[in-house]
């Protein structure tokens, strides 16, 4: 059984950085595709960042420019450095990974707040 634990959230002024790292326990199954969804108050979970293991990357338009996704998939550890912080990136942060047996998971989710 996968089981993906996250750190890095925090508090964190708006323009500022942080840095969310997942790593994948539990089995040394390959996955297929890791990622970070996030969830900000009142709103759905939606996508922040995928990156496959061919390292073939897609962001969210919201994103682009200012997040960079990378994994090592010798380790089935993703991470995703996150600059000039906005206001509205003020989400949980979940890391998710898809199996090549098309299995998903998730982690628990990790609070990124933003303030000015």
């Known amino acids: 059984q996968v089981q993906l634990v996250e750190s890095g959230g925090g508090l964190v002024q708006a323009g500022g950085s942080l840095r969310l790292s997942c790593a994948a326990t539990?089995?040394?199954?390959?996955?297929?595709?890791m990622g970070w969804y996030r969830q900000a108050p009142g709103k759905q979970r939606e996508l922040v960042a995928t990156?496959?293991?061919?390292?073939?990357?897609d962001y969210a338009d919201s994103v682009k420019g200012r997040f960079t996704i990378s994994r090592e998939n010798a380790k089935n550890t993703v991470s995703m450095q996150m600059n000039s912080l906005k206001l509205e990136d003020t989400a949980v942060y979940y890391c998710?990974?898809?199996?090549?047996?098309?299995?998903?998971?998730w982690g628990k989710g990790t609070l990124v707040t933003v303030v000015s």
């Open positions: 998710t990974a898809v199996s090549f047996g098309a299995m998903t998971y």
């Open positions: 539990g089995s040394s199954i390959s996955l297929a595709m």
């Open positions: 990156i496959t293991g061919g390292r073939i990357t």
